[in-house]
């Protein structure tokens, strides 16, 4: 990818795609494109169709999707199939019939099945029952992999597709109805340190072991993946280790200071019980993580205190 390449970052306002911006732009990438959601309706066939016959991207890193936590993919999995289905579809057909270089797309580590062996190798795909709850999402995910694939083979594209695991950082939700898990304990705990609230609720039992990856590690993969990988095959992104949900949110709680209670509230969803990826195909690829847990949780928290 050379630095003067016409590079087209779909879902640029969203945490990931603003994250992949922010990398290019460090390493002196100086023609990005990007259009608003308001300009430019990426579920709209025909508007995607003449965005890229106008800009005519050599390179598109396909950010752009509807996301949420645990509830939201429960409770509107109408909106999470649709959207992510049209939008993945347009953006990928568009790239093949204006010759794009190289599409990267990103998929999700819930397209492996909920009782996968742990880790999770790249080679489960497809091999057993998805998590009810967050089924429809990651079936529009495995829809956008398999057609990476099909025109790799039918067309001789060059589509790749990586699986990053449970995400935070920057310009992440914190809506707490649709967040994820993450965010949502930043903003309970300061809200509860801020107001002196003698408790804090963890949906869920607080068992569910999660993998936890910073943006900007993810934004890292993505582009040295753009410049080095050029394969069908999937490839997981995370760090190798995983946390308990309750052990995460004692994590939260004593960087923010808060003194109060755990309460678990068992009336919502526990999810996959575990979903830890097997990065060792990553790793061999030459990229590792390089931003830890505490260190991640305590730069996102100085980031955005302010604001919530
Ligand atoms: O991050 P999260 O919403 O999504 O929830 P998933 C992870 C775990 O944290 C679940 C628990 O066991 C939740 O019950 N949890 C505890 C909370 N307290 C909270 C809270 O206040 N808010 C939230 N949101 N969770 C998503 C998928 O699954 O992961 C998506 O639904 C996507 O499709 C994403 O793949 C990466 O990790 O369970």
Redesign the pocket.
């Known amino acids: 990818m050379e630095k003067n390449a016409k590079i087209y970052v779909a879902g640029h306002k969203g945490m990931v795609g603003s994250a992949i911006v922010r990398k290019l732009t460090s390493q002196g990438y100086s023609n990005i494109v990007s259009a608003s959601s308001k300009d430019l309706d990426l579920r709209n066939q025909q508007a995607v169709h003449l965005f890229f016959q106008k800009e005519k991207p050599e390179y598109v890193f396909l950010a752009a999707a509807k ?1 949420g ?3 939201a ?1 429960n409770n509107h999995k109408a909106d999470f199939i649709y959207d992510n289905i049209c939008i993945q579809t347009n953006i990928i057909h568009a790239a093949y019939k204006n010759n794009v270089k190289k599409l990267l797309f990103l998929g ?3 397209i492996y099945p909920k009782f996968a062996q742990q880790p999770i190798k790249e080679s489960y795909f497809l091999d057993g029952k998805l998590e009810p ?2 089924d429809a ?2 079936i529009a995910k495995i829809a956008g992999i398999k057609m990476c694939q099909s025109y790799n083979q039918q067309y001789a594209c060059n589509f790749i597709s990586i699986m990053p695991t ?1 995400l935070y950082g920057p310009n992440d939700n914190y809506n ?1 109805e649709t ?3 993450l965010p ?2 930043i903003r ?1 705990f300061h809200e509860a340190k801020t107001n002196a609230k003698p408790f804090v609720e ?3 039992t607080g068992a ?1 072991m ?1 993998e936890f990856l910073h943006v900007d590690d993810l934004a890292d993969a993505s582009v040295y993946l753009m410049q080095h990988y050029n394969q069908s095959e999937i490839v997981n992104i995370g760090t190798g280790t995983d946390i308990s ?1 309750a052990d995460l949110a004692l994590l939260i709680k004593n960087t923010i200071g808060y003194s109060g209670e755990l309460r678990f509230d068992h009336s ?5 019980p575990r979903k830890l990826l097997d990065v060792s195909y990553l790793h061999s690829l030459g990229w590792k993580h390089k931003i830890n847990l505490k260190d991640g949780i305590a730069s996102t928290y100085a980031m955005i205190q302010s604001l919530l």
Do not use: M
């Open positions: 996301v936590g645990i509830l993919n999700s580590s819930c709850t967050n999402y990651a449970n707490l967040s994820h898990v949502a304990l309970k963890i949906w869920g569910p999660r949900i919502k969803p526990d999810g996959t």
